[in-house]
């Protein structure tokens, strides 16, 4: 398969925990994102790297949230301390042009 | 004011029937990039076909084309011969910037439910 895969598909986690989700891209894509999606409501752009460089990070992306992609291959996101605000489904997407996503890895706060 | 505009309610078609999805976008960058892609209920969000700011002609993929009136700001997607598997949200998209050095991010509708009935 050379998607864009993402691990955990599924995650429930208590408020408090922290959780790091992985994100591998298709090979040759340079460019990587990540998404946040509520029900009911479109992706929300978080944070974009090329290569290993974060060149763009959003708002809604908190001190408690970091990313990362050491090497430019696969990229991590970890939230600390979460809250039940942060469930939600957290998209990935690679590109050279058009973006390509990743099946998503559901968070549930409890 | 939000950049991607659906306002569309849940809609149904016939199979095998056509169907308009309508989107319209605000920018004030001459150079901008549109985007639909599906969202079945598995959650993969997948893209289906892409217009450029400055492409003369209206994109066309198989069953999917998109009518881009610039003057208007819309960005209307058009299946045609839909069929049982079309059925899912569909998501408008803007890309701001042209040139692949340019921002990169989407910006997302809030999207459409398309349900086709047998």
């Known amino acids: 398969d050379t998607g864009v895969s993402q691990d955990p598909r599924h995650k429930i986690t208590k408020r408090g925990q922290n959780v790091t989700f992985r994100c591998d891209p298709i090979s040759e894509h340079n460019r990587l994102y990540w998404y946040r999606q509520t029900l009911g409501q479109g992706p929300e752009f978080l944070t974009y790297f090329q290569n290993e460089a974060q060149l763009e990070k959003s708002r809604l992306l908190s001190d408690r949230f970091s990313a990362e992609r050491p090497k430019g291959s696969f990229s991590t996101l970890e939230i600390q301390r979460t809250e039940q605000g942060d469930s939600a489904m957290y998209l990935c997407?690679?590109?050279?042009?058009?973006?390509?996503f990743g099946p998503g890895t559901r968070l549930t706060v409890l | 004011a939000q950049k991607i505009t659906q306002t569309q309610p849940g809609m149904f078609v016939q199979e095998k029937e056509a169907v308009t999805l309508d989107c319209t976008y605000d920018t004030s960058d001459p150079s901008y990039g549109l985007f639909w892609y599906k969202q079945p209920s598995s959650g993969e969000m997948i893209f289906l076909i892409y217009q450029g700011s400055y492409d003369q002609q209206n994109a066309t993929e198989g069953r999917y084309s998109l009518n881009f009136q610039k003057a208007r700001k819309s960005a209307n997607l058009v299946i045609s011969a839909s069929q049982l598997g079309d059925s899912a949200m569909y998501f408008c998209a803007m890309r701001e910037g042209y040139s692949t050095g340019a921002n990169s991010k989407l910006t997302f509708g809030k999207g459409i439910t398309l349900s086709v009935r047998p």
């Open positions: 997407a690679s590109s050279l042009a058009e973006q390509f």
